[in-house]
């Protein structure tokens, strides 16, 4: 069965199973002791360190070992905020970071601190002039991660990270997504990984600070891991972790360079293939392996069922898949479309025959879940007059309803004539601009709608 969703757990590599196996039977000890079977656990753990420090591109005494890549970054933020609160309790961060840097900021928030968003292109980038204008001297620590985990995006952590040193805040980088295919580039300061995004054991992140970096590290104190994780270090999982980032590194250009070139046949085989289709993300400053689109006039659960149901394991950021009824923040932040959302992240050995077959099976999948759900065929001719403006009642409805209704009226009224849908479902807000988009229509705007929910208003052009 293709598994297809390497962006949130890559499957264990093959180093990491053999290393924790083998440091089960010689890293059970405590490394802080002195006795023989401790000082054997002492050098596993030097070693793990300095093979993840080299990976990094840090000293091993930068780096720690952490519990997980959630912890790592909340410890990271929570450490330098800290460390700098005579400078200032401005935090900084882009649109679209992981939840776990947002969830971090939502806490800073709370305790009275301030936190800024910086927005993203419909790419998912952010703009390094951007971010550099949203620092002041009263920033205390800045946040961007290497690349995006939903749509692949890369950041332009160099320039951002030049634009921190330029006015001394410290830029802490999130690098789950890419720290498997190479090293992050620029003067960073602080950053975070986790080693189940690599093909290393769950339970295992890393946090590297920079010498020189202000740093307090929060919560009760510990003597391990330099204060900063504290509780005993997983030994046998930390070896597997730094033993698997050594091998896929040692495979990282030639393995992304085959994986990028499957991307390129998804990203540009999937348009041909199923039709109202948006892939989101930068096609070129991208991770190798991931792609991400969405499919209009698709239910995004069902969607997904259906693929596992054909032997695909993929994720989705559609609100359709969730009870929040909330989109991804993400694809909120791009603006870019969330219904029958797809993200397909090929784990390493991919072999093609398993995309081909992805390729094949996936216009029959969206076709038979738009059939079931009754979307309509292309407008008709428009009326040479009509009853007037149209008004779609979806209250209380679901992605990708409201846009179906949509799509089942705007033929009854004449070109220049007006449609408004009535939708309490916050996926409208990006599916109905994103509709007239892609169908040549004319977004007119939001508005209440007296009723509950939004009136949101389409103008047919054509």
């Not at 498997?180 to 300061?189: A, L, T």
């Not at 919560?219 to 930390?238: H, V």
């Not at 896929?248 to 348009?271: K, N, Q, T």
């Not at 969405?294 to 969607?303: A, N, R």
Request: proline share 7%.
């Amino acid at each position: 069965m293709p598994y297809f969703d390497a962006a949130s757990a890559a499957p264990l590599h093959p180093v990491a199973r053999q290393a924790l196996l083998a440091s089960l039977d010689e890293g059970w000890a405590d490394p802080a002791r002195l006795y023989r079977e401790g000082r054997k656990a002492r050098l596993l753990l030097d070693a793990a360190r300095e093979a993840a420090a080299e990976a990094v591109g840090c000293r091993p005494d930068e780096l720690v070992f952490t519990p997980s890549g959630t912890r790592a970054v909340h410890a990271g933020v929570a450490g330098a905020l800290a460390g700098r609160r005579r400078v200032g309790n401005r935090l900084v961060v882009s649109a679209v970071e992981h939840s776990s840097v947002l969830h971090a900021a939502g806490t800073h928030a709370a305790a009275g601190g301030t936190v800024s968003e910086v927005p993203v292109d419909r790419a998912g980038a952010v703009d390094a002039a951007a971010f550099a204008a949203a620092l002041d001297g009263g920033t205390a620590l800045a946040c961007l991660q290497s690349a995006n985990h939903e749509v692949g995006t890369a950041q332009p952590v160099a320039e951002v990270a030049e634009a921190c040193r330029g006015i001394g805040v410290p830029l802490l980088v999130d690098a789950a997504q890419s720290l498997g295919w190479g090293p992050v580039e620029g003067g960073w300061s602080l950053l975070a990984a986790s080693a189940h995004k690599w093909g290393g054991p769950a339970g295992v992140g890393l946090l590297a600070v920079r010498k020189g970096v202000r740093f307090a590290p929060q919560g009760p104190a510990d003597e391990r891991e330099s204060g900063r994780a504290p509780g005993f270090e997983n030994l046998p999982a930390i070896v597997a972790a730094a033993a698997s980032l050594r091998a896929v590194r040692a495979e990282a250009a030639a393995e992304g360079a085959r994986l990028r070139e499957l991307v390129d046949r998804i990203r540009a085989r999937v348009p041909e293939l199923v039709p109202d289709v948006e892939v989101v993300g930068d096609p070129v400053r991208r991770l190798p392996h991931l792609v991400t689109f969405s499919c209009l006039y698709v239910d995004g659960e069902t969607l997904l069922h259906e693929l596992d149901r054909e032997g695909f394991s993929v994720s989705s950021g559609s609100s359709c898949t969730s009870s929040t009824l909330t989109p991804s923040h993400v694809l909120r932040a791009m603006g870019v479309l969330s219904e029958g959302n797809v993200r397909v992240s090929l784990p390493v050995g991919t072999p093609a025959e398993d995309v081909d077959r992805f390729l094949d099976v996936l216009p029959g999948v969206v076709a038979g879940v738009r059939e079931r759900l009754g979307v309509p065929a292309a407008p008709a001719a428009a009326p040479a007059a009509g009853p007037g403006p149209l008004v779609v009642d979806a209250l209380g409805r679901r992605c990708p309803i409201p846009v179906i209704e949509l799509a089942k009226v705007i033929g009854d009224v004449p070109v220049g004539g007006t449609v408004t849908v009535l939708a309490d479902d916050e996926a409208a807000r990006l599916d109905i601009p994103a509709w007239c988009e892609m169908r040549g229509q004319e977004y007119l705007g939001e508005e209440p709608s007296g009723r509950g929910g939004v009136a949101y208003l389409v103008r047919r052009t054509s």
